[in-house]
């Protein structure tokens, strides 16, 4: 079946040094993946998206790399801040669904360090 | 920035009772979700909604289970009848489109105590 795995569930790093979260896929068909980023009592907030046609997505302090050969994808936060502590989640849209399905992963908890 | 609303923000019931949990959605969305996340695990999908009608379920989203769009705005879950296991943080989403552009708009989400 489908599946969406991160690799540590506990990344901690001193604070305006660079973060790198890491996931794994299972389905080469997939094509549309999402980071999110869940502070304490919240839900789910959108950070970057990528699809599979492209490699390399950035944003305002983060970037989303994909590799289709090996069917990973990383999220990287430059100069991470206190703010940036939460726990962020891979997802991957179903290739094998048409209405908006996500599957996630576990869940990283980046702990910034002051 | 419009944002998808969710109530009660806590729910402590008895098994076996009835619970139903609310969501408005962003206003322009045409697509609609649950999903849950039990503590320290993975969010996990349950139902998918469009165009009053349920479009995908998973396993968990049995008999016990079931979702309506009353009017223009509310989107709710019921629970029938609450098992313990049924403990979780319950998140409506939204969207736009799907179809490989599916960025989904989380509430805050309700998290579900049964006793």
């Known amino acids: 079946g489908e599946s969406v795995g991160l690799h540590l569930p506990t990344l901690s790093v001193q604070e305006g040094d660079n973060s790198i979260i890491n996931c794994a896929y299972s389905?080469?068909?997939?094509?549309?993946f999402i980071w999110y980023k869940q502070e304490s009592g919240k839900g789910p907030q959108f950070i970057i998206d990528i699809r599979s046609n492209m490699d390399k997505r950035q944003g305002q302090r983060v970037t989303v790399l994909l590799n289709k050969t090996v069917k990973h994808l990383s999220l990287q936060i430059a100069a991470t801040q206190p703010g940036d502590s939460a726990v962020y989640f891979c997802?991957?849209?179903?290739?094998?669904?048409?209405?908006?399905?996500?599957?996630f992963g576990q869940g990283t908890t980046l702990q910034v360090k002051p | 920035e419009p944002e998808v609303t969710q109530t009660p923000s806590h729910q402590v019931t008895q098994m076996g009772q009835e619970v139903i949990l609310r969501c408005v959605p962003i206003s322009n969305h045409l697509y609609f979700y649950w999903y849950r996340q039990i503590l320290g695990q993975k969010v996990e999908f349950l139902v998918s909604?469009?165009?009053?009608?349920?479009?995908?379920k998973s396993e968990i989203f049995d008999d016990q289970f079931s979702v309506e769009r009353p009017d223009g705005s509310n989107f709710t879950l019921k629970i029938r009848s609450t098992k313990l296991e049924d403990s979780a943080m319950y998140f409506c989403?939204?969207?736009?489109?799907?179809?490989?552009?599916?960025?989904?708009?989380f509430g805050s989400g309700t998290q579900l105590s049964v006793l």
């Open positions: 389905n080469s068909a997939s094509d549309y």
């Open positions: 909604f469009y165009n009053n009608e349920i479009s995908e």
């Open positions: 997802a991957a849209a179903s290739p094998s669904s048409n209405t908006g399905k996500l599957i």
């Open positions: 989403a939204s969207t736009t489109e799907v179809g490989g552009n599916e960025k989904l708009f």
